[in-house]
């Protein structure tokens, strides 16, 4: 025991400045669970390096050194006892317990990781037998893995303090490369289904090779005192897919793993230099991409597209990344829009070094030109304008609403029906709820339909359909849900709008997601 005191005196302090500079590499806070795992982990990579077999071990993944591996396990052991209010050296009431037992960590861990489940109610709870409270029982548990593996050490004559102050040599240079950005974080990104719903990580370029839906983030910048918006030069290089330099949207990329849509104002400021606040971004645009460049180059894309404000010139985009972008341009929002609508035939537009140059329908990427990004995003830029369209469009709805209640009150009012289902939401100025039905509940049929509540005025039965069976309903009621969830109020009241009127005039949100 006194060799382990000893480690103690010698590390405690720094087993703890170890693990707090370590924040800075994670996407998250972490809980008392995230450490439990991380020590799971740690143990997981001690039975690596004993057992050494081939038929577990990762592939191409090199775990050999135990003395790192077990100064990992006390250093995440030391952790977790601060989280728990443990004090680390009543560890010396233990001083008659002699273990070096491997299979002991795996089963210690075990029971650590259910009381701590126990404590977070993620378990029911159950009495310790030989201990008053389970906080006694999780400190047992973890001197006891203390013990243990500091004695696994001795056994293959390991001197922990000198192996400790090698692993946290090796993490201390690991963070001096993070913090000056030569570690790379960014080739991770996360992947989902096609329902979204998420799956796990991978390299990017494995995301794309593979054919994985993962997400992306986009901005188009503008300044609404000049009218003027800014795209981005490409680097053909970049990606590969255009042999010539195009003008895109001002700012797009592959959001990294754990990051939300809004954190990819980090791409703001390595693609243009400018410092923007998530705050300041306004969604305009949700889409899916599901296309194939080549056989080994597959886009599936969850994109997410939103507009900054900015009271800026050009010339104010510098220290930008030229390996990803060649240079930026303005140029006037309704010319631009002229241009793609081949109404004229160049635009004037300025570069960021200063210089003029003009703009043809060609240096554009007629991907975004063919899929109507473009048009769709420029025309979304004047909120003002967007906001007073809903209030005409809404106000229209709430009137034809009215007066098919009053021709057909039967079709609103179910005197022998219930509220099945309802989701709720906020957005701008609208509140939304998608409804689930039934009408009689003596008979098998439902309405999911999306409710409208616009100025204290309601207005029903938008997108609503008709189904015989509670597994169709609820898929719709899912659908409307995303609908709802994933696109701006403009869109959703466009889709409800032209559904209603049955104009041809502009192809629904709902159509383009749903087919």
Request: glycine share 4%; aromatic share 12%; with cysteine.
């Amino acid at each position: 025991m006194k060799d382990i005191l000893k480690f103690l005196d010698t590390h405690y302090d720094n087993a703890l400045k170890l693990v707090s500079d370590f924040d800075i590499t994670k996407s998250k806070k972490w809980e008392a669970s995230d450490y439990v795992q991380e020590l799971l982990v740690q143990v997981g990579h001690v039975y690596t390096v004993l057992d050494q077999d081939d038929e577990v071990k990762e592939n191409k993944r090199i775990i050999n050194n135990l003395g790192d591996e077990l100064a990992d396990v006390l250093l995440q052991l030391i952790n977790l006892a601060r989280i728990m209010n443990i004090d680390m050296h009543e560890i010396q009431n233990l001083k008659d317990y002699k273990s070096s037992n491997v299979n002991g960590l795996s089963i210690l861990m075990g029971q650590l990781a259910e009381v701590i489940m126990e404590n977070n109610s993620a378990r029911f709870k159950k009495n310790r037998v030989g201990f008053e409270t389970s906080y006694d029982f999780i400190k047992d548990r973890i001197f006891k893995l203390f013990i243990i593996t500091y004695n696994i050490g001795k056994k293959h004559k390991l001197n922990l303090i000198k192996e400790f102050s090698l692993m946290c040599e090796d993490a201390n240079g690991f963070l001096e490369r993070f913090r000056k950005g030569e570690v790379n974080r960014q080739e991770y990104i996360d992947i989902y289904d096609e329902n979204e719903d998420y799956l796990g990580y991978c390299e990017k370029n494995e995301a794309h090779r593979l054919g994985y839906w993962h997400r992306v983030f986009g901005c188009l910048i503008f300044n609404s005192k000049t009218n003027k918006v800014f795209m981005q030069v490409k680097n053909p290089n970049h990606n590969g897919i255009h042999k010539k330099a195009l003008l895109e949207i001002t700012v797009g990329g592959h959001l990294i793993t754990g990051e939300t849509p809004t954190d990819g104002v980090r791409e703001i400021k390595e693609e243009t230099g400018l410092d923007i606040d998530s705050k300041d971004l306004r969604f305009i645009e949700y889409r899916r991409c599901n296309k194939t460049i080549k056989s080994d180059y597959k886009i599936k894309e969850f994109q997410y597209y939103y507009s900054v404000d900015i009271d800026k010139n050009v010339t104010d985009f510098k220290d930008f990344d030229k390996n990803e972008v060649l240079s930026f341009v303005e140029v006037d929002k309704n010319d631009l829009i002229k241009l793609i609508n081949k109404k004229i035939t160049k635009v004037k537009a300025r570069y960021d070094n200063g210089g003029i140059t003009n703009i043809c329908y060609s240096d554009l990427d007629k991907a975004f030109i063919n899929n109507g990004l473009y048009i769709s995003l420029l025309n979304k830029l004047d909120k003002e304008e967007g906001e007073r369209l809903m209030d005409k469009k809404l106000k229209k709805l709430y009137k034809l609403i009215s007066s098919e209640k009053r021709k057909q009150p039967e079709s609103f009012y179910f005197d022998d029906g219930k509220v099945v289902n309802t989701k709720d939401f906020e957005k701008d100025f609208v509140h939304y709820s998608v409804m689930k039905v039934q009408p009689n509940v003596n008979y098998n049929e439902f309405l999911v339909y999306i409710l409208i509540v616009y100025k204290d005025k309601p207005i029903p039965q938008m997108l609503l359909k008709k189904f015989k069976t509670n597994s169709a309903a609820n898929k719709y009621f899912d659908k409307l849900s995303d609908l709802i969830e994933k696109n701006t109020s403009e869109d959703i009241i466009n889709t409800c709008y032209y559904d209603k009127f049955d104009s041809s005039e502009k192809v629904s949100v709902f159509k383009r997601i749903f087919g």
